[in-house]
C-alpha cells in the first residue's frame, strides 16, 4: 500500500483512494475473512451497526493494521497483532449494545456468549496438540531447562528462535544462525 518509502502512511491513504479495487482485493482473501469471522462473530457483529459514524473511526486500526496488510500473522488471532483492535471491537459492541433496546439485548447476548465459545473450542482445540505434546514429554522439558539454567549468564550465547525466550536474560543473545562468534550454541 506505501508506494515510495517517502510518503509512510500518506501513501497509504493515497493508495487507498486512488486504487480501492486493490485494497478490496486484499482486504477479503480467504484467510482475511475467516479473521473477520474470528473477530466479528463473537461481539454480533455489533461493533459495525451504529446509528453514529463517527464511531466507525475506532475500527481504521482494525482495517490498517489487520486486514490491510499482507504479513499472515497481523490477521491471525494467535499472535499480539489484534489485542488492540479486540480492544476497540468490543468497546464498540458495548457502546452500540448499550443504545439498543432491551429486547434486542435480551437476543443479543446469549449469541454472543454462544458465539464465543463456539468458536473458542473450535479455533483452539487444534491447539491442544502442544499442550498434549509437554505434558507428555515433561521429563524432557525438565531436562532441557536444567541444561539451559547451567549457560552461565554472562556467556554469549547463539540459540534456535524456540529457545530464545528461555535464555533471554542473558548479556549476549543471537538467534541461531548468526555470524557472530558465541560461546554456547543451542539449537533445537
Do not use: W
Amino acid at each position: 500500500f506505501i508506494t515510495s518509502e517517502e510518503e509512510g502512511l500518506v501513501g497509504v491513504i493515497k493508495t487507498i483512494l486512488l486504487n480501492p479495487g486493490y485494497m478490496i482485493r486484499e482486504a477479503f482473501t480467504e484467510d482475511k475473512i475467516k479473521f473477520l469471522v474470528l473477530m466479528l462473530l463473537p461481539a454480533a457483529g455489533l461493533c459495525l451497526f451504529s446509528r453514529k459514524l463517527s464511531r466507525l473511526l475506532l475500527l481504521i486500526p482494525f482495517l490498517v493494521v489487520n486486514i490491510l496488510p499482507g504479513y499472515e500473522y497481523q490477521h491471525s488471532i494467535h499472535f499480539q497483532y489484534v489485542f488492540g483492535s479486540t480492544a476497540l471491537i468490543f468497546y464498540l459492541s458495548v457502546l452500540n449494545l448499550r443504545d439498543m433496546k432491551p429486547a434486542a439485548r435480551r437476543y443479543l447476548l446469549p449469541l454472543m456468549v454462544t458465539a464465543s465459545v463456539m468458536l473458542c473450542i473450535s479455533n483452539m482445540s487444534p491447539s491442544l496438540y502442544y499442550m498434549r505434546s509437554y505434558l507428555g514429554n515433561q521429563e524432557t522439558h525438565q531436562r532441557i531447562d536444567q541444561y539451559l539454567d547451567a549457560i552461565p549468564e554472562d556467556a554469549s550465547v547463539q540459540a534456535s528462535g524456540y529457545y530464545v525466550p528461555t535464555l533471554s536474560q542473558r548479556k549476549t543473545l543471537y538467534v541461531n544462525p548468526t555470524e557472530h562468534f558465541t560461546e554456547y550454541i543451542v539449537l533445537d
